[in-house]
């Protein structure tokens, strides 16, 4: 890798800030100490830039595949539009246009990658459903090293994403 550090976007929950729905973080020390030292981590927290309060309710995914809506478990509050429009906005700011890489928190409505519960009513109808941020990344950067933090737990993956960041140009 040259001497300009790349840029990776990274959940910010996994960073250790204190952004969930419960206040809590979800800091993942193994992946901060093999990544910090080689690339500058963007903190990226989609439900708290919409100014979503935290802590905040659950919110859940909610339909079906091709409609997907993101809901807050006790008011009931849509947030799907809000999240859509932002993401779409988000994605397209300088500090993230020079990511060449990113790691979301799995399980997230907003940000997992085919982890995400979904639900008809309140009967779970899939576990591999897609957080609405993640989605629009994806759609938008289809050639952006996109995964999910547990998964660079694996050496073998962890090696893989990292050869496509350093490889990576938008």
Same mark, same amino acid.
């Given at each position: 890798m040259d001497s300009k550090k790349l840029i990776i976007g990274i959940s910010s929950c996994l960073l250790g800030e204190k952004v969930r729905y419960d206040g809590q973080s979800k800091r993942d020390d193994i992946l901060i100490n093999k990544l910090h030292h080689d690339f500058i981590l963007l903190s990226i927290c989609p439900e708290v830039e919409i100014g979503m309060p935290v802590p905040r309710e659950r919110l859940?995914?909610?339909g079906s595949s091709d409609n !997907?809506?993101?809901i807050a478990d006790e008011t009931g509050k849509d947030w799907s539009d809000e999240m859509?429009?932002?993401s779409k906005m988000r994605i397209l700011q300088s500090d993230f246009k020079n990511i060449s890489g990113l790691i979301l928190k799995s399980k997230s409505p907003s940000c997992g990658i085919k982890t995400v519960k979904v639900l008809n009513n309140s009967e779970l109808i899939s576990q591999n459903g897609t957080g609405l941020f993640a989605e629009v990344a994806m759609k938008s950067y289809?050639? !952006?090293p996109i995964i999910e933090?547990?998964?660079l737990h694996n050496d073998d993956v962890y090696t893989d994403f990292i050869c496509r960041v350093e490889n990576f140009t938008m």
């Open positions: 859940n995914l909610i !997907l809506k993101m859509r429009e932002f289809p050639t !952006l933090a547990q998964e």
